[in-house]
């Protein structure tokens, strides 16, 4: 089992920055992906970002690209979304994700993400 916790959070006024990050323990060997996931209120959870977790290979929503960046520190079992150019629809619980192998998916609590226009 892994065991991820979110962190960086909080309000922002639009076209500021914010950086979180996903700290995870347990099983972190068995790691092959992680991810940011996104659910604002009203709305169905969306993928924003993921990284693969052996050679750093990333992917973005569209709506992120180049304003949107995903890191990792496999040494630190930490990931990291920094994020500016914020928008206001930008707003929304931000998950992390982590895929282990044999396909088997883990998920944080969430941190809360307020954009103000």
């Known amino acids: 089992q892994v065991q991820l916790v979110e962190s960086g959070g909080g309000l922002v006024q639009a076209g500021g920055s914010l950086r979180l990050s996903c700290a995870a323990s347990g099983r972190t060997f068995s790691m092959l992906n992680m991810g940011w996931y996104r659910q604002a209120p009203g709305k169905e959870r969306e993928f924003v970002a993921s990284?693969?977790?052996?050679?750093?290979?990333?992917v973005y929503a569209d709506s992120v690209k180049g304003r949107f960046t995903i890191s990792r520190d496999n040494a630190k079992n930490m990931v990291s979304l920094q994020m500016n150019s914020l928008k206001p629809e930008a707003t929304a619980i931000y998950y992390c994700?982590?895929?282990?192998?044999?396909?088997?998916?883990?998920w944080g609590q969430g941190t809360q993400v307020t954009v103000s226009s």
């Open positions: 994700r982590v895929i282990v192998g044999g396909g088997r998916d883990y």
């Open positions: 990284i693969s977790w052996s050679l750093g290979m990333t």
